[in-house]
């Protein structure tokens, strides 16, 4: 596996939609760690796949999310 060229750090953007996703989740009763919804909105507002193996990324998908491009490894 390599390593991206890039850092890509957080936009107000990103942070706002995971902002928007942490309320959906609060009324849902399902919460999750903001650092998983900031990499997942970075995916999601850039267009990209997010391989992960954190059950979290799947709940987000399934939950609020639907739009985020998810590969789960393992």
């Keep these: 596996m390599g390593y991206a060229e890039n850092?890509?750090?957080p936009t107000r953007r990103?942070?706002?939609?995971?902002?928007v996703w942490q309320s959906e989740l609060r009324a849902l009763g399902s919460p999750l760690p903001a650092t998983d919804l900031v990499i997942a909105a970075q995916a999601v507002n850039n267009s990209m796949v997010l391989v992960a193996r954190d059950k979290h990324f799947k709940t987000l998908k399934e939950t609020v999310a639907g739009n985020l491009q998810l590969e789960m490894l393992g």
């Design 7 to 9: 850092i890509l750090y």
């Design 14 to 19: 990103d942070y706002n939609l995971a902002i």
